[in-house]
């Protein structure tokens, strides 16, 4: 049974900077992508950083290019996101997601929600001015 569980979030002021963490279990880490998306009252999930989880490729918002980073540690079944330089408007609930089926091909992005399978709870960041 496959297992996400995020950590890290909380508050910081604007100029902050948090790092989340995903732990997977339930899952042979290596295939497919996993995700980072966040969701505030009243918008969609959107999409912020992910990564082919076999090959490292990454994939990022423009909204967040440059001051996010995702990166993984295969060995300990891991996902992480390193937000620098945080702003109010990236004040949200943070969820990491997983495609274990997951290719992407010319002119895709794996920063869409429909193609995630698993989820986890979710941690909230909230960014203040």
């Known amino acids: 049974q496959v297992r996400l569980v995020e950590s890290g979030g909380g508050s910081v002021q604007a100029g902050g900077s948090l790092r989340l963490s995903c732990a997977a279990s339930?899952?042979?880490?290596?295939?497919?992508?996993m995700g980072w998306f966040r969701q505030s009252p009243g918008k969609e999930r959107e999409g912020v950083a992910a990564i082919t989880t076999g090959g490292g490729t990454t994939y990022y918002a423009d909204s967040v290019k440059g001051r996010f980073t995702i990166s993984q540690d295969n060995a300990k079944n891991t996902l992480y996101l390193q937000m620098n330089s945080l702003k109010p408007e990236d004040t949200a609930m943070y969820y990491c997601?997983?495609?274990?089926?997951?290719?992407?091909?010319?002119?895709?992005?794996?920063?869409?929600?429909?193609?995630?399978?698993?989820w986890g709870q979710g941690t909230q960041v909230t960014v203040s001015s």
């Open positions: 997601a997983l495609d274990p089926w997951c290719t992407v091909g010319p002119g895709e992005s794996p920063l869409e929600a429909r193609r995630y399978n698993y």
């Open positions: 339930g899952y042979t880490y290596g295939t497919g992508c």
